[in-house]
């Protein structure tokens, strides 16, 4: 049977605002709902009703309080408000081709959640055989040759791929990584050609590494990080680039930093070592400030200190020139980031609250995730300076923006501020806090 048609579904035109569009492509659904009723004439009941959303939900989303970051609740917000499926990133709906047909299973067997995300990664890896050029290579001894753009072409993707992880935590992304690492490894097999077109390829499988194994740290599985930081160490050597090779380095401190913070150091040292001085200003600052970190953790206030000032003349140091995409994110704002949770972790609040004030105010609930967590250090900062109602405050939005975020890190990192300000039960604002996190799953 055809999909019923929904309640709530947008027309094109509003489909085609500027803002609209704009809230679309960032996962701002809380814009979109509101642009919907002012605009659209759509009504947060119908909204509610379409999208399987508590109606007061949908109206704090529409006044900028939370977000919506889960694979799962997304496509339910897509189909509800019909809105085309490669605006948001998804595979194309069943709803937007009238000749096509879809069976629906009952929601309480979960299992048609599990269908579409097979569909959404099925989807990927055609577009990633589409994007690569598969098939229309020149077969020639058994094995394909594959045109010089092929590395472009990869890139590029893995640049898209990338994205995701702004608006959708490990447990939505790893599989898709480390897909698209499976498919790229069977490139590199495959391929033959001039040596420096294996040399590219391999740097780019190194990069999906190590993107797969941030994806699997975000879901708190440790064991398939390493693994994965562990075989793009590999690659990246292989490869003979050495900037890859100190960001495996790095990758592989963090995860030190479990078990013994002091050995992360001498890691995260060699990381900047390796990457050397003519690395890009953004992949020399990013090296730097996961260094200052380490020593942050490992108690270490002059090394720290000295890490940080580094990652700050590295980006003084930018000329303009072009920089690897897995670092270009890094900049003055990513660093203060990074200063005021080494001052925290350092137990500075003097110095830590000041800069993540400043830095978090202006930072994108879209990106619920990030905020999330750096908001769990200021939450920390606040405490240690004895402000108990702003610590009590700033955790109540972590709650808020980790609902739904396929990430263990914010709700690993809040445990134990809510466990220090469940001492000053006593307060009305930490009696509402206490409720609150009630049944919040920290795992």
């Known amino acids: 049977m055809h999909l019923a048609p929904s309640v709530a579904a947008l027309p094109p035109e509003l489909l085609q605002r500027p803002d609209m569009r704009e809230a679309i492509a960032h996962h701002d659904f809380g814009r979109v709902f509101f ?21 007061e939900r949908v109206g704090s989303l529409a006044r900028g309080n939370g977000s919506i970051t889960t694979y799962e609740k997304i496509v339910v917000i897509a189909d509800g408000l019909r809105i085309p499926g490669d605006m948001l990133g998804l595979a194309r709906r069943p709803w937007e081709s009238t000749r096509r047909q879809v069976t629906r299973i009952p929601h309480d067997t979960g299992e ?46 893995t640049a898209r791929l990338r994205k995701l992880d702004d608006v959708l935590g490990g447990g939505d992304t790893f599989r898709i990584y480390a897909a698209e690492f499976e498919s790229t490894k069977r490139l590199v097999q495959e391929a033959t050609g001039h040596p420096s077109l294996k040399a590219d390829l391999l740097s780019i499988l190194a990069e999906q590494a190590q993107q797969a194994g941030w994806a699997a740290f975000d879901m708190g599985d440790h064991r398939k990080a390493h693994k994965m930081y562990a075989e793009s160490k590999s690659i990246a050597a292989e490869a003979e680039n050495g900037t890859l090779v100190g960001n495996a380095f790095a990758f592989l401190a963090y995860m030190q930093l479990i078990r013994d913070p002091h050995a992360a150091t001498v890691t995260a040292e060699q990381s900047c070592r390796v990457i050397g001085p003519d690395a890009a200003t953004s992949s020399r600052a990013l090296l730097h400030e996961r260094r200052a970190w380490a020593h942050a953790v490992a ?19 930018d000329d303009g020139s072009p920089q690897p995409d897995w670092s270009r994110w890094v900049d003055a704002q990513e660093l203060e980031i990074m200063t005021g ?9 003097l110095r830590a609250v000041p800069v993540l004030e400043q830095v978090l105010r202006t930072f994108d609930d879209a990106y619920a995730r990030d905020k999330a967590l750096y908001s769990c ?3 920390e900062s606040y405490l240690l300076a004895g402000e108990v109602e702003a610590a009590t405050e700033t955790a109540k939005s972590v709650l808020a923006l980790s609902e739904g975020v396929a990430s263990v890190r914010p709700r690993q990192r809040i445990t134990p501020v809510l466990t220090e300000l469940s001492k000053h039960v006593r307060t009305g604002e930490v009696q509402e806090l206490i409720a609150q996190a009630k049944g919040f799953p920290i795992r």
Do not use: M, N
């Open 377 to 379: 250090w200021l939450a």
């Open 341 to 349: 949770r080494c001052w925290t972790e350092l137990r500075r609040p």
């Open 35 to 55: 642009l919907a009723r002012k605009w659209g004439g759509v009504s947060f009941s119908r909204i509610a009703e379409a999208c399987s959303i508590k109606a």
């Open 112 to 157: 048609g959640d599990e269908v579409q995300r097979r569909d959404f990664l099925r989807t990927s890896f055609a577009t990633a055989t589409a994007a690569v050029g598969l098939g229309d290579g020149i077969a020639e001894e058994g094995q394909r040759r594959y045109g010089s753009d092929l590395p472009d072409r990869l890139r590029r993707r």
């Open 299 to 317: 108690g270490d206030a002059y090394a720290a200190d000295a890490a940080l000032a580094a990652a700050r003349a590295a980006l003084e140091a």
